[in-house]
Every structure is written in structure tokens, then in C-alpha cells.
């Protein structure tokens, strides 16, 4: 098994960055694939960001050019979030790609980090 923990949420008034923080525990090899979704309030949950082991990045629209995700490849996945707009304000969780002992591929998710954007 393996936990997510995202850390790095919080309120921020609009123009300003956050940087979230995922952090993986458990017994796998690596990160194979890693991405930030988020969840407006009252709408459902979006992929945002993607990021594979051979560094290829994708982004919606809406935050391309203001947000970069990235990876340490053994543990952790970030998301630098700059030029914070008030639709940017939702639940942020990740989800990561690894392999297992095994060799096998698994996703797992974490819990969310709440990031308020004031305008």
C-alpha cells in the first residue's frame, strides 16, 4: 500500500502562489506518473496537471503558463501555483502512477490541501 499526504494549501489573496506539496510512504520501486486534480466547489473534480517519468507535461487551459508540476521521482510531487485567480479556489489532491515490488503499475490518491483564493 502507499499513502498520499498533500500539504501546502491554504488563503491567499488573488495574484499571489502557493506551492502544494504531495508526499508518497509506502513500499513501491518509483513514481512512474504523476497529476494534481482539482475540485471547485459544487463541480467536479479535474485533471489539471500531468506529468510522466520521461517529462512529458500536461496542463489545461486555464492554468497553462501559471502553474508547473514536478517530481522528485522517489517521493514526492509538487505543484507551483503562481498568479492565483479566485476561480483557482477548490480542493487540490494528487494521484500518482507507481510501480510496485512486483512490477506492477498502481494509482493511488491523497486526501486534498483546501487552497482559498481571495479576491
Known amino acids: 500500500q502507499v499513502q498520499l499526504v498533500e500539504s501546502g494549501g491554504g488563503l491567499v489573496q488573488s495574484g499571489g502562489s502557493l506551492r502544494l506539496s504531495c508526499v508518497a510512504s509506502g513500499e513501491y520501486r518509483n513514481l512512474q506518473q504523476v497529476y494534481w486534480y482539482r475540485q471547485p466547489p459544487g463541480s467536479q473534480r479535474e485533471l489539471i496537471a500531468s506529468?510522466?517519468?520521461?517529462?512529458?507535461t500536461n496542463y489545461v487551459p486555464s492554468v497553462k503558463g501559471r502553474f508547473t508540476i514536478s517530481s522528485d521521482w522517489k517521493n514526492t510531487v509538487y505543484l507551483q501555483m503562481n498568479s492565483l485567480r479566485p476561480e483557482d479556489t477548490a480542493l487540490y489532491s494528487c494521484?500518482?502512477?507507481?510501480?510496485?515490488?512486483?512490477?506492477?503499475?498502481?494509482?493511488?490518491w491523497g486526501q486534498g490541501t483546501q487552497v482559498t483564493v481571495s479576491s
Open positions: 506529468l510522466t517519468i520521461s517529462h512529458v
Open positions: 494521484r500518482v502512477m507507481v510501480i510496485d515490488r512486483e512490477g506492477y503499475a498502481k494509482n493511488y
